[in-house]
């Protein structure tokens, strides 16, 4: 069954630097999103992204945050320079269509860890 | 977003169906009911979904009151594997395609 792949699985970096999380989506699937899960917490929506548009953002996805569909098959996620409440599971996650009717599927996430 | 309420733990056997309680007085006519579940260290999972029937798949049932202001996941036979957080989320059919996550029911099953 094709599944969305994320990299890396494990990220470390230094307060201030930048990040670039990267994402393979379902090939056939047009819409892309990024949520996070600090550890403990809820899984928060980000960003949603469709036709090289972000279509929809949250409160956390500030001017520190991007997203880019650099070619026809990744999706990545950019911190520019990161804080150490950014320290989270990140998940994308890939639907085929849009509407209630079409679930959304997960990545297994990277870990970001800023220290 | 119209809120969903769920225990936030419950135990079940190995082997035995587990069916996990949703509360959603608040919905709305144009709600589709979405379960999903996340295992440890996973990414959520989609598991089913229904918006007045009840819905069967691979995975599990979907019971859904006639009100519609509350409805059950339904695993028919549970496993070690389907230990995970499962969260019951409203998404309404007006183009909000984001998925809105709350705390959810913690699943433990007893072997």
């Known amino acids: 069954e094709p599944e969305v792949t994320q990299t890396p699985s494990h990220q470390v970096t230094q307060m201030g630097q930048e990040v670039i999380l990267r994402c393979v989506p379902i090939?056939?699937?047009?819409?892309f999103y990024w949520y996070r899960q600090i550890l403990g917490q809820k899984v928060e929506f980000l960003v949603s992204?469709?036709?090289?548009?972000?279509?929809?953002k949250s409160e956390i996805f500030d001017d520190q945050f991007s997203v880019e569909r650099p070619d026809g098959s990744n999706f990545t996620l950019k911190i520019r320079s990161t804080k150490l409440e950014d320290s989270a599971m990140y998940f994308c996650?890939?639907?085929?269509?849009?509407?209630?009717?079409?679930?959304?599927?997960f990545g297994n996430g990277t870990r970001l860890t800023v220290t | 977003d119209a809120k969903t309420t769920q225990p936030n733990s419950m135990e079940s056997n190995e082997e035995e169906p587990v069916h996990l309680p949703c509360n959603h007085s608040?919905?709305?006519?144009?709600?589709?009911i979405h379960w999903y579940r996340q295992l440890p260290s996973q990414g959520p999972e989609y598991v089913i979904h229904?918006?007045?029937s009840n819905v069967n798949n691979r995975m599990a049932s979907l019971a859904i009151a006639e009100d519609r202001k509350s409805s059950t996941l339904i695993l028919h036979r549970a496993t070690l594997r389907d230990a995970a957080v499962y969260y019951c989320?409203?998404?309404?059919?007006?183009?909000?395609?984001?998925?809105?996550f709350g705390t959810g029911t913690r699943l433990t099953i007893i072997p």
């Open positions: 608040t919905i709305s006519g144009t709600d589709y």
């Open positions: 996650a890939s639907s085929e269509a849009l509407g209630v009717a079409s679930p959304l599927h």
């Open positions: 229904g918006l007045t």
């Open positions: 090939s056939n699937h047009l819409y």
């Open positions: 992204f469709y036709n090289n548009e972000i279509s929809e």
């Open positions: 989320i409203l998404r309404t059919n007006f183009g909000n395609e984001k998925l809105t």
